[in-house]
């Protein structure tokens, strides 16, 4: 268990303290499966050769489904660990959702 400990220590990862339901979790990773089913699909594109815009319509797919994605995960944490935090009294969480805002685009 130390070395668990020391090994989470030199990590930096944070975890929430308010965990994902199950539900959540499962919309969650069932759309991150379909976005790998679609990466491996332009990846078979590839392998067959196919017609360059047909290819680049699956990318904008792809990168549109990932966007949501990121907004539904930015919403999860600005509804949980930002209110929690500010509630604490850490008002410099704000400072770290609008560098997270901005890493979205």
């Known amino acids: 268990m130390e070395n668990k400990q020391a090994a989470g220590a030199r990590c930096a990862c944070h975890h929430k303290s308010t965990p994902r ?3 959540e979790l499962r919309l969650l990773k069932n759309r991150l499966s379909r976005m790998a089913g679609q990466l491996s699909g332009i990846g078979k594109m590839l392998d067959d050769n196919r017609y360059c815009g047909d290819i680049l319509t699956q990318i904008a797919a792809v990168e549109s489904a990932l966007q949501s994605f990121g907004y539904l995960i930015l919403q999860d944490h600005m ?3 930002v209110v929690e935090e500010i509630r604490r ?11 997270l805002v901005k890493k979205l685009k």
Request: charged letters at 25%; one cysteine or more.
């Open 79 to 81: 509804e949980t660990c």
């Open 89 to 99: 009294g850490n008002t410099g969480i704000v400072d770290e959702a609008v560098e």
């Open 21 to 23: 339901s199950g539900q």
